[in-house]
């Protein structure tokens, strides 16, 4: 009922301001919420121009389109409240993708890489790419908070290290840098098979994996002492550390926590792709930054709502869909998505500047 | 926990230390060995990505031919940045290399081969390159006629979406019916092209559909339609340029949300630049039920024969591919490097090769269709 309570709050607070005032509450409004005032009307536009924007199969593809990209969106938004950045998420993204797509290989699959493998039960390759992910992660949050390094320098410096190793490893067993694929059929049900239909379209089970993995998210961020802990490091690691956090502990679990989530992003992309290369991940982290910038988790550090990364990925996405089913150029698109990432950021700044 | 600290970073430094260590004393005697058994022969190989899937087998079957012919080389990643490659080039021919093999970054420009050569011209060394163009079509004359000791050993850029067109129209051609699902009398199709301003990707884009049509019309069909009347493009390209299955898959779940048998606009043709968009076609017409072995299926064209698309073809999910020779190119190139270490000419016993008719020391190494037969 708080939410409710808020609206209440606000409005009787509206009732006992005067014209100015109210004006000036108005024109901050829309300023604040211009983000979502604008992807109203980019809705509304596309769906007056092609009404299947808003058909049912249109909107489950937004829905998956967007669950697939959730984990790694939470995760690197732990490294930004942190002030800090991810450079090796999609590196790692491609690693695990790698890795689960090579222990999941069919056992019939002519190219299989690991012939004599047989097909590994899925729990343990989810625990292995979530250890692999972690153990990366792990590395980052050492080197940042032991040797001082800024975040931005450390995982630029892992995120080669990892992609060598992803090279090295596509290269092996004679695979000669072959994509992987001919996964096996648990494999593929498991991630874009379905339990549930509405109206006749299939919602693939990914969808819930990502639901599940932003609940136990923002259980993390919100009921946590740990995310409490990431919040004040976030906003003054100082006074955090006078306060008695452990600040290079709460850097390294930050980081692990981060590495864990790209492991699933991993796991999950093989299967839904259903082809990794070398490739596999390139620039996967720059989508998550920008989901986690335009959600409200500013590079400031210490704020950011879960919510927020939600809304900033389903953004993205829609913003995807939309530009597709308006048939707008390539080139557009570009200009577009850069537009709103620095209209988002320019926002997030000033209502950083107002509370200031 | 502060000890522990410690002594993990210690342990971390020293693993990068010995591993560093590890690198160079095991490059050091592998140079030292081979020296022994070769001349003083030397040559750089110079890929433009190591993660390109189809260069992977290039480089795979060179390393094994040169190794074979007891060349000594040394390989480096441009990794998709020209500049890189071009200091990659300058370092390799101060070290005193013998002759370089260059895999150019930036395809179709004669500026950026030229360079290369007037590099090779001024340390006196012989040049090959292979694979992507060295400049715009019909223009390459001019580039490899600069320099005596220069070849290029590749593919007709057009060839593949010639190959492909025609495949594809003839496939249709046999089966107009089954492919036209709701038989509208036309087939409408979509189009995956890997990267913008690629010469190879756009003769493919090009090609693959007008042959088709030329098949066709020949045929008494109507012609080609793209599935979404309002893309003048005609295509949708991977935004980030790397040919990959992620672009293709989401565009096709994404195509597929609004094109499908229930609206009546079902998309019956997916045409793809490489094999790897195709898979990831493939995995998205998978999850919409289509394509799985048995049952419905849209027929899917790529280009590369890799192994996934083989056994994809097999198993009957994708109709068919255009091969490009990866141990041809690689044996052609062998042959060429050991011309330089021989000191014979570049083009010497190339014969049994097909060389371009107007230029004379430039090779193709002809596709081939793959269809599972």
Known sequence: MKPFANIQNQYADLKKMNSKEKLNFWKEFLIDNSLYILLFIAILYTYFQNHRFLSTSSVINMISLSAANLPIACGIAGTIVLTGTDLSAGRIVGLTACMSAASLQAVTYATKMFPNLPVVPIPLVILMVIVVGGIIGFLNGFCISRFKLHPFIVTLATQLVVYGSLLMFVMVNGNNGQPLSGLDDSYKKFISGSILKIKGVPIPNYVWYGIIVVAIMWFIWNKTTFGKNMFAVGSNAEAANVSGVNVARTTILVHTLAGCMYGITGFIEAARIGSNTANTGLNYELDAIAACVIGGVSFVGGTGKIRGIVMGVILLRIIFVALNFLSVNANMQYIIKGLIILVACAIDMRKYLVRK | ?373
């Open chain 2, 1 to 373: 926990m502060k000890k522990f600290r410690k002594v993990l970073s210690v342990l971390l430094v020293s693993a990068m230390a010995m591993s560093l260590v590890a690198c160079g004393s095991s490059s050091d005697s592998d140079t030292s060995d081979k020296t022994e058994s070769t001349s003083d022969a030397n040559i750089g190989v110079f890929y433009y990505s190591y993660s390109d899937t189809y260069i992977s087998s290039v480089r795979t079957a060179l390393d094994s031919a040169l190794e074979g012919a007891g060349i000594e080389f040394q390989d480096y990643d441009g990794n998709s940045n020209q500049t890189t490659q071009n200091e990659q080039i300058d370092t390799a021919i101060s070290q005193g290399v013998t002759a370089l093999i260059v895999n150019i970054v930036t395809s179709g420009s004669a500026d950026a081969s030229q360079a290369i050569i007037d590099k090779a011209e001024t340390a006196g060394i012989p040049v090959i390159f292979f694979n992507r163009a060295v400049a715009p079509d019909g223009e390459d004359g001019d580039v490899l006629g600069s320099y005596d000791k220069c070849a290029f050993v590749g593919t007709d850029a057009p060839e593949a979406g010639h190959m492909q067109g025609q495949l594809i129209g003839d496939y249709l051609v046999k089966n107009f019916d089954t492919v036209d699902l709701n038989k509208d009398g036309s087939i409408s199709y979509a189009m995956f092209k890997g990267q913008e301003g690629n010469v190879e990707a756009i003769y493919r884009t090009q090609y693959a559909v007008e042959d088709a049509n030329k098949v066709l019309t020949e045929a008494g069909k109507p012609a080609l339609v793209y599935f979404d009347s309002s893309n003048t493009d005609g295509y949708q390209v991977d935004q980030d340029g790397n040919w990959s299955a992620t672009a293709a898959n989401n565009y096709m779940v994404t195509n597929l949300a609004q094109y499908n048998e229930s609206n009546g606009n079902m998309i019956e043709l997916a045409i793809c630049n490489n094999d790897g968009m195709a898979e990831g076609v493939v995995s998205a017409l998978n999850d919409a039920g289509y394509n799985t072995g048995s049952g419905k299926m849209i027929p899917v064209f790529g280009v590369d024969a890799t192994d996934a698309a083989k056994s994809l073809i097999k198993a009957g999910k994708m109709v068919g591919t255009i091969k490009q020779d990866a141990e041809g190119m690689a044996a052609c190139i062998a042959a060429l490097a050991k011309n330089t270490v021989d000191n014979k000419d570049i083009m010497d016993g190339t014969d049994s090769y097909t060389i371009s008719p107007d230029i004379s020391n430039k090779i193709y190494i002809p596709y081939a269709t793959y269809t599972g037969e």
